[in-house]
C-alpha cells in the first residue's frame, strides 16, 4: 500500500468482533449536537420575532451577503424562465430529459380517492386531498444540486400543490443558473435565495416576505436538519436526511474501476458520507482496494472522498449472498447497488433500502439525476421504517363515512356497547339516538 493510500476499514463476518466493529461503522449521531441545536434555536426564534429581518442578518452573515432586505433575495417566474432559457443547449436537453423522466414516475405513485357502498346503503372511502403549499429545501452550501430541485417539486407538482416555495442558499451572492432553470421546469412559483436554519424556520412560521407553508421538504446540512427537526409539528416535514451512503454488492464479477467509481459518487457528498462494498471474493475485494488507490488520486473530490472512506468506508468481506442479504437489511442503506448476476432474485430478500439499483450496468449515479425515482430517500437506517420522497408526501387523507339511517342502527347498537364500556356515556346515548326504536324520524 503506498503512502497516500487511503485506509478502508476491512471487515470480515468470520471476525468474532464483526457486529462491534459493524456497529461502530453505522453509528451516526452527528444529525444534530447540543451546540448546534442552541444555534438553531437561536436562529429560529429571531425569524419567528423579527421576520424578514431576521432572514437577512443570518443570510448576510452566514452567506456572506450584502442584501438590504428581502426584495434582493426573492426570485420570480420571469428569471426562473430567464436562466432556463439561456442555458447551453445540453444542459436544457439534460435537465429537461431529467425531469420529463422524474414526471413519467411520480405520475404512477399519484393515489385517487375512493369509496365503496354497503348493502344497507352506507359510503364509506378516503378523499385524497394535496397540500395547499409546500416548502421544498435545496441545498447550496458546499455545492449546487439543480437534481434537487427536480426530485422535490415535481413531486409536489405532480400531487397538485397549489403553491411550491423554494429556498436555496446562494453564498456570495452566486446564482446558478441550473438551479434556477431546474425551478422553472419543476413549476416553482417563488424562490427566496436563503438557507440554513433561518430558511426552515421562515417556511414554518412565515415572514412579511416569504409565505408560511404547510410541509418542508428536502435535504440539507446539520443546520437544515435540525432545524427541520424543530419546526416539526408547526408544519410537517418529510424526513430528517443524514449524510449521502451507498452500500454495493459484489458477486465478483464487475469491474472492480466501476466499484470504486460508484463508491467514490457518494463518498465525494460529504466527509460525513458512507461507502460500503459488500462481496464473498476476497481477491475481487482486493483489486477494488486497488482501484481506490489507483483512481482516488485522479479526483477533484479527492480530499473529501479520502475523509468519507477513512472516517467510514468498509470493505466487508462475507460468506456467500445469504450472508450479504444479513448484512444488507442490517444496515438498510439510503442506496443499495446489486452488482451480481442475478439482481432481480437477489433483490427479493431485500427488506430495508431506500433505493436499489439491480445489475451491473444500474449505477446509482443515474438514480441521482435521470433514472426517474426520487434521489431525496431516508438514510442512518431510517429505511427500516421510511421510504423515497415521493408523490404521497404532498397528499393528506381524509376518511369519509355516510351512514344510512340502517347503517347508523346497526352501528349503533355496537357503538352503544363499545361505549358503555369505556364510561363513556355521552358516546353511548349519542349512538343510540340512532337506533331505529330511538329515532324520532329519519333524517
Ligand atoms: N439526501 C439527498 O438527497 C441530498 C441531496 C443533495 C445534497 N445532500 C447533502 O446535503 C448537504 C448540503 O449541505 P451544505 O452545507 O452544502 O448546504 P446546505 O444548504 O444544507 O447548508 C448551507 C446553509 O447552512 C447554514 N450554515 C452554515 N454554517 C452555519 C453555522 N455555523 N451556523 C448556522 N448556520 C450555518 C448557512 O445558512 C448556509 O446557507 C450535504 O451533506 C449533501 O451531501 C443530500
Ligand atoms: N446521492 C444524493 C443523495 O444521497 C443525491 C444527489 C444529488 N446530486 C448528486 N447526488
Ligand atoms: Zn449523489
Redesign the pocket.
Known amino acids: 500500500m503506498t503512502d497516500n493510500a487511503v485506509k478502508v476499514a476491512r471487515l470480515s463476518t468470520t471476525q468474532d468482533d464483526f457486529d462491534t466493529r459493524l456497529s461502530a461503522l453505522l453509528a451516526w449521531e452527528g444529525v444534530s449536537d447540543k451546540q448546534v441545536a442552541e444555534r438553531v434555536e437561536e436562529i429560529i426564534d429571531a425569524v419567528r420575532s423579527q421576520g424578514d429581518a431576521a432572514v437577512v442578518e443570518y443570510t448576510n452573515r452566514l452567506d456572506r451577503m450584502q442584501a438590504r432586505d428581502m426584495s434582493e433575495l426573492t426570485l420570480g417566474a420571469a428569471r426562473l424562465r430567464e436562466a432556463y432559457e439561456s442555458l447551453p443547449e445540453a444542459q436544457r436537453e439534460a435537465l429537461a430529459h431529467a425531469a420529463e423522466r422524474i414526471r413519467l414516475y411520480h405520475q404512477r405513485q399519484k393515489p385517487e380517492s375512493w369509496q365503496y357502498t354497503e348493502a344497507d346503503g352506507s359510503v364509506l372511502g378516503q378523499k385524497v386531498t394535496p397540500l395547499d403549499r409546500a416548502g421544498i429545501y435545496v441545498p447550496g452550501g458546499k455545492a449546487a444540486y439543480p437534481s434537487s430541485v427536480l426530485m422535490n417539486a415535481i413531486p409536489a407538482h405532480v400531487a397538485g400543490v397549489r403553491e411550491i416555495v423554494m429556498v436555496v442558499p446562494t453564498p456570495d451572492g452566486v446564482l446558478n443558473d441550473l438551479v434556477l432553470a431546474a425551478a422553472h421546469l419543476a413549476g416553482v412559483d417563488y424562490v427566496f435565495t436563503v438557507g440554513g436554519a433561518q430558511a426552515v424556520a421562515a417556511l414554518a412560521y412565515g415572514t412579511q416576505s416569504i409565505p408560511r407553508v404547510d410541509k418542508v421538504v428536502g435535504p440539507g446540512n446539520i443546520y437544515v436538519a435540525t432545524a427541520k427537526r424543530a419546526v416539526f409539528g408547526q408544519v410537517g416535514i418529510d424526513m430528517i436526511a443524514g449524510p449521502?451512503e451507498i452500500l454495493v454488492v459484489t458477486d465478483g464479477e464487475t469491474d472492480p474501476e466501476w466499484l470504486a467509481m460508484d463508491l467514490f459518487?457518494?463518498a465525494e457528498?460529504d466527509e460525513d458520507a458512507q461507502a460500503i462494498l459488500v462481496g464473498w471474493d476476497p481477491a475481487h475485494l482486493d483489486a477494488v482496494q486497488a482501484a481506490i488507490e489507483r483512481l482516488l488520486p485522479t479526483m477533484e473530490r479527492e480530499a473529501i472522498i479520502r475523509e468519507s472512506l477513512a472516517s467510514r468506508g468498509a470493505l466487508i468481506e462475507c460468506r456467500d449472498r445469504d450472508e450479504a442479504l444479513t448484512i444488507i437489511n442490517r444496515i438498510a442503506p439510503e442506496h443499495l447497488e446489486l452488482s451480481v448476476a442475478d439482481p432481480e432474485e437477489m433483490a427479493e430478500g431485500v427488506r430495508h433500502a431506500g433505493a436499489i439499483f439491480m445489475g451491473r450496468y444500474t449505477a446509482?449515479?443515474l438514480g441521482?439525476y435521470c433514472a426517474g425515482p426520487n434521489?431525496v430517500l431516508p438514510t442512518s437506517g431510517t429505511a427500516r421504517f421510511s421510504s423515497p420522497l415521493g408523490v404521497y408526501d404532498f397528499q393528506k387523507r381524509s376518511s369519509l363515512i355516510h351512514c344510512s339511517p340502517e347503517g347508523a342502527a346497526t352501528l349503533g347498537r355496537t357503538a352503544s356497547v363499545l361505549a358503555r364500556g369505556e364510561s363513556l356515556t355521552a358516546h353511548a346515548r349519542s349512538a343510540e339516538n340512532r337506533l331505529a326504536e330511538n329515532r324520532l324520524g329519519d333524517t
Open positions: 449521502s459518487s457518494q457528498h446509482e449515479a441521482d434521489h
